[in-house]
């Protein structure tokens, strides 16, 4: 069994032609959640995949084994339920309230600009179908939202942060620039 331990998000830094020629494994969700794992990759080896703890396994990584050799992550397409606005009297809000409500269950979901997609569950479908959404069992990949204070292993490249003054706005934040904003002190 080739055992891997290291994972390259989205296989940055890596050259496009060793990616090009490394293997691959096809994955669905369930599987990529997990830290540990065996799968079978394109040229028939078997992988024993052993991650740190937490870490969320994404179509696009890469899987560095002990070998040396690369190994492409694909998300497999899986069952999933593909939500949308209703063409008729729908609009794209629908989708926002759908996710609010999937959220405040803890469902995974996957967002997108112009639908969700969730993991099949006929409670959840009626409930969106009540809320005058369309609901459609289908096929595809599922990459739901990792959680807002983790990183799940995966990183989008440049080190970026939202924390106070590590950008510029049009207008300061302290409020100390001579004029009132309508306070009496």
């Avoid at 050799?69 to 694909?74: A, E």
């Avoid at 096929?139 to 942060?161: L, V």
Wanted: proline share 5%; aromatic share 4%; with cysteine.
């Amino acid at each position: 069994m080739l055992q891997t331990s290291k994972l390259i998000a989205q296989g940055q830094g890596l050259a496009p032609v060793l990616l090009k020629r490394a293997s691959t494994v096809e994955l669905d969700w369930d599987v990529r959640q997990k830290s540990r794992f065996e799968a079978l990759d394109s040229q028939g080896r078997q992988l024993g995949v052993f991650l740190p703890r937490g870490t969320l396994v994404r179509g696009g990584d890469v899987l560095l084994a002990e070998d040396g050799s690369l190994i492409k992550v694909i998300a497999a397409d899986q069952p999933v339920l593909r939500i949308t606005p209703c063409p008729q009297h729908g609009s794209p809000f629908d989708l926002v309230r759908a996710a609010y409500h999937l959220g405040n269950r803890h469902v995974p979901i996957e967002l997108k600009p112009d639908h969700l997609k969730i993991e099949p569950d006929h409670v959840l479908a009626d409930m969106l179908r009540a809320m005058h959404l369309t609901v459609e069992a289908v096929a595809q990949a599922f990459e739901p939202e990792g959680g807002a204070y983790s990183s799940g292993g995966h990183s989008h490249g440049a080190a970026h942060s939202h924390g106070r003054g590590d950008h510029d706005h049009d207008h300061d934040h302290d409020h100390d620039h001579g004029h009132g904003h309508g306070h009496d002190a």
